[in-house]
């Protein structure tokens, strides 16, 4: 079976996402579209009963996705735990599949990941073949449409936070936003990075520009929290991206709250530091333990009361 307390490659990961999550009953495993790169991007959609998502309004709908920056391995090694825990026949995650639907995007930039295995551990970007330069790479995080190259991303190909042409020039970004759209009932957005500890949520784009539900979703994040450190007593920090991360517009957390998904957060696994994006394969598993009392949170959250 899948082992959840080491690092996959892609082509593992993919292995287990065409066989053992798409035989369940509870899961599908479909592309939503195709990288820079022409590798497949999955969504796995998780309930119970299973329904057609585009269809069933009745349900809310969290999203979760993992991996758009590929060095930052425990972001997807966290989707394959969340998904496991869901088809799990027993445990506390077990019954989520019963009133939410789930969105779960485990690995958004598959090109970079695999380019981080293969070539460049410390590889952030997608793999898109900029013209007039020999620098690789858009960052996803930078891409979406949320006031898209205003504050903290650059117009350098060769940098790190390269924002891209224009918002959404990316496959990955878009394939990622066409899909979201056709979904319903969308309460909640997370999406997963590495590292710092920190439950970030929005707005990164201006210092003026605050949530309409800035107070829910610094009290959710609170919840979040106080979840994460009762199981291994780490302290995640919490608060606005502006405030607490700095400015940094395009990031998928803000465009997702610009369209209207009332919770949206990033939130940042382990470490602060020590070990950074090379966190041990040992800190898989506390890593996802916690960040399930998290996910439980926001899940309780949304919820339909009853
Ligand atoms: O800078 C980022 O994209 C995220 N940090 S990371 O170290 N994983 O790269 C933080 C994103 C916070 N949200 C926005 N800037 N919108
Ligand atoms: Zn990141």
Redesign the pocket.
């Given at each position: 079976g899948h082992d959840f307390e080491v690092y996959h490659d892609l082509s593992s990961i993919e292995a287990w996402l065409l066989a053992d999550v798409n035989s369940h009953q509870f899961a599908t495993v479909s592309s939503i579209g195709k990288t820079h790169e022409n590798r497949d991007i999955w969504v796995v959609n998780i309930s119970n009963p299973p329904t057609n998502l585009a269809a069933d309004s009745s349900l809310p709908t969290v999203v979760v996705d993992c991996g758009i920056?590929a060095r930052?391995w425990v972001s997807p090694a966290f989707c394959q735990h969340l998904i496991n825990e869901l088809l799990a026949t027993s445990g506390s995650a077990e019954s989520w599949k019963n009133s939410v639907n789930w969105v779960i995007y485990p690995l958004l930039n598959p090109d970079g990941y695999s380019f981080s295995w293969s070539d460049d551990r410390m590889w952030?970007k997608n793999r898109r073949v900029n013209s007039g330069t020999s620098c690789v790479g858009v960052?996803l995080?930078?891409n979406y449409d949320?006031k898209w190259n205003t504050f903290?991303s650059s117009s350098n190909p060769c940098h790190q936070?390269y924002h891209g042409t224009s918002s959404f020039s990316e496959p990955e970004s878009t394939a990622h936003s066409n899909h979201m759209a056709t979904v319903q009932s969308k309460q909640a957005y997370l999406t997963f990075?590495?590292?710092?500890e920190v439950i970030?949520f929005?707005y990164?784009t201006v210092g003026s520009d605050e949530a309409d539900n800035r107070a829910e979703l610094n009290s959710l994040a609170g919840e979040m929290v106080s979840g994460i450190k009762s199981v291994h007593g780490k302290n995640y920090r919490k608060g606005e991206?502006a405030e607490i991360?700095g400015l940094?517009?395009?990031?998928?957390?803000?465009w997702a709250h610009m369209s209207g998904i009332p919770i949206s957060y990033?939130i940042?696994l382990r470490d602060t530091g020590s070990f950074g994006f090379l966190l041990p394969e040992s800190q898989i598993k506390p890593t996802c333990e916690e960040n399930m009392k998290g996910v439980e949170a926001v899940f309780d959250h949304v919820k339909p009361l009853n």
């Open positions: 920056h930052e952030r960052d995080n930078r949320a903290g936070t990075h590495s590292f710092s970030i929005p990164s991206g991360f940094a517009a395009g990031g998928s957390d803000d990033t940042e």
